[in-house]
């Protein structure tokens, strides 16, 4: 399985942005966003199940949207109201589990990073 993000860039604050990751090969059961800042640890944004249940992190509730296409295999990640501390590499990531969890370590596969930045 191999993940492919894209859709992130530059925006200002109270901007939007909306980011897909599409995997190829099998089904995903589980389908999460993670992001990392400059000199902080990749934290959990949201994540999603092939049942359609969601997880948000705290400061993404409200601001954020994960949604998919089990028949294109695509996540998607819906980001308003954005603001400069949401500038980071945001990254997709799978696994097999139907357990959406918000630990790094329990998903198997990443994508490669995307960019986003936020201006004031």
């Known amino acids: 399985v191999q993940l492919q993000a894209s859709g992130g860039g530059l925006v200002r604050t109270g901007g939007s942005l909306r980011l897909s990751c599409a995997a190829s090969g099998r089904t995903i059961n589980v389908m999460g966003w993670f992001r990392q800042a400059p000199g902080k640890e990749r934290e959990f944004v949201a994540g999603i199940n092939k049942n359609i249940y969601r997880l948000y992190a705290d400061f993404a509730k409200g601001r954020f949207t994960i949604s998919r296409d089990n028949l294109k295999n695509t996540v998607y990640l819906q980001m308003d109201n954005l603001a400069p501390e949401d500038t980071a590499v945001y990254y997709c990531?799978?696994?097999?589990?139907?357990?959406?969890?918000?630990?790094?370590?329990?998903?198997?596969?990443w994508g490669q990073g995307t960019q986003v930045t936020v201006s004031s």
């Open positions: 990531a799978a696994r097999q589990s139907l357990l959406v969890t918000s630990t790094p370590a329990d998903y198997t596969v």
